[in-house]
């Protein structure tokens, strides 16, 4: 019975929002301008910031996955600073963003260009809430990865770069692709650190999740068909994964 329930209270808002979506009205509701333009900033921004997280998460995750002969306290510290943001409150992350990066903060009010409530800080926050998606599937793909073919690699002379760009890059490629996936679609459907961080201007910062959220109140049907699309991302990008993520996580 309570397995019944969790089951209810998980697949059947997704119901409603199928059942309440005003098909008809789709096609016509995802050409208005400012649902396009929210649309391409998003698709745009999320890929940047995916390719980001493939730059800096990836060599992260080598790291923390080659941090086994650390000693106990730096070990469990790296890790809980890297996936802080999985359990942080977007809104704080993007109060932290402000508090570092804004006119007034620590770095920002050196730097000689404004950050705050620009494309790039929309990218900066999507990959603030997104890279650890990334650094934790990486991770698991390579302590699950046999490590034999890098010891032998290295006994016939192979060296350490040689080893990462043949043998332990390709054999972590499939665990790349599904946190690169995850990581595009948090970006996606980020919402709380990009509208405290970058705020909600449209054509520049105003993303799909916060385009989706102004237009409830002034046009539920067309928030319901942004709701929709993102909805349809999501469950996409998980069918497409299956069982790839989770197993490499708990390795």
Do not use: H, K
């Amino acid at each position: 019975m309570p397995a019944g329930v969790a089951v209810a209270l998980l697949v059947l808002p997704l119901v409603a929002l199928i059942i309440r979506a005003p098909w008809t009205q789709l096609p016509a509701l995802l050409a208005e301008p400012t649902v396009v333009q929210a649309l391409g900033l998003s698709l745009a921004t999320a890929s940047i910031s995916t390719l980001v997280c493939l730059v800096l998460g990836v060599p992260l995750a080598l790291v923390l996955a080659g941090s086994a002969q650390w000693p106990a306290v730096p070990r469990r510290l790296l890790r809980a600073l890297i996936t802080v943001p999985l359990v942080l409150p977007p809104v704080v992350g993007g109060v932290a963003l402000l508090l570092l990066l804004g006119r007034r903060g620590i770095i920002g009010q050196w730097l000689p260009f404004t950050i705050p409530f620009t494309p790039a800080a929309v990218v900066i926050a999507q990959v603030f809430v997104s890279m650890p998606f990334l650094v934790i599937a990486v991770e698991g793909a390579l302590r699950a990865s046999d490590s034999r073919f890098e010891v032998a690699a290295a006994t016939l002379g192979a060296s350490r770069f040689t080893i990462l760009r043949r043998i332990t890059l390709p054999l972590v490629a499939p665990g790349i692709a599904s946190g690169a996936l995850l990581c595009f679609t948090r970006s996606l459907g980020e919402f709380g650190a990009t509208i405290t961080f970058a705020g909600s201007f449209p054509g520049t910062t105003q993303t799909l999740p916060i385009s989706t959220y102004l237009l409830l109140q002034t046009d539920p049907n067309a928030a319901i068909a942004l709701s929709l699309v993102l909805m349809v991302v999501s469950v996409a990008v998980l069918v497409s994964l299956r069982d790839r993520w989770v197993p490499g996580v708990l390795a």
